[in-house]
């Protein structure tokens, strides 16, 4: 099946800085979304982004299907920010698999 | 206006006991979802329902069901609740969902103990 792994695994950042956050996968996917799980335990709905760029405010991503990775940018980051940042993809075989990655646990101190 | 709810937030219970967990999205949504999140935060999809058909079974004992009374609601029921039953299970939802997956939204979670 197909392996969904984010980079970097943890990451902490000053309050102000920039950040990307990558996901790469193993095959072709028909659709990717990024959550942000919050310290509570809140699952986010960031973007819903199977190809192309999109951005939100501080928050950006890039998925480049053909290569098989997307970016989540995060700018003038926050402590709001902190938590668990999550990429899910479904595989293009059509077993309705959807997948998470490992994650990125992000940490802004103030 | 929560868009997906679960309730209760909070259970804990002893093992073997029989426990459901109740959703409801206001959303309008087609498609519903469980997913159980471990200790180690890995998310992992358990069913899928689409206007109340099973869509989607992963491999899960089948001490859990699922039962959709209408698209708007989606329960899971536990049998014989075992000790690595214990994690925080989301509901989600998404407007289509029949040809694959589409924007999912998730509710607030359900952190299950089991002792």
């Known amino acids: 099946g197909i392996q969904v792994e984010q980079s970097p695994p943890d990451l902490i950042l000053q309050e102000g800085a920039n950040s990307t956050l990558r996901c790469n996968f193993s095959?072709?996917?028909?659709?990717l979304q990024w959550f942000h799980q919050n310290p509570w335990g809140q699952l986010i709905n960031l973007f819903y982004i199977p190809s192309g760029t999109k951005q939100n405010g501080r928050l950006s991503a890039t998925t480049v299907a053909t290569e098989r990775y997307s970016l989540l940018y995060i700018s003038s980051s926050q402590t709001t920010d902190s938590g668990v940042y999550f990429c899910a993809v479904e595989e293009t075989s059509g077993t309705y698999k959807y997948i998470f990655g490992t994650g990125t646990r992000l940490k802004v101190l103030a | 206006d929560t868009a997906v709810s679960q309730t209760p937030k909070y259970l804990v219970t002893q093992m073997g006991n029989d426990k459901s967990i109740k959703c409801e999205q206001n959303?309008?949504?087609?498609?519903m979802y469980w997913y159980k999140q471990d200790s180690k935060k890995f998310l992992k999809i358990m069913f899928s329902y689409n206007n109340k058909e099973l869509i989607i079974n992963e491999t899960v004992p089948n001490r859990f069901s699922p039962k959709s009374p209408d698209k708007a609601h989606l329960n899971l029921h536990i049998n014989s609740l075992e000790l690595g039953d214990s994690a925080v299970y989301f509901c989600a939802s998404s407007q289509y969902g029949t040809g694959g997956f589409d924007e999912q939204f998730f509710g607030p979670g359900t952190r299950l103990t089991v002792l």
């Open positions: 959303l309008g949504h087609d498609t």
């Open positions: 095959d072709s996917v028909n659709n």
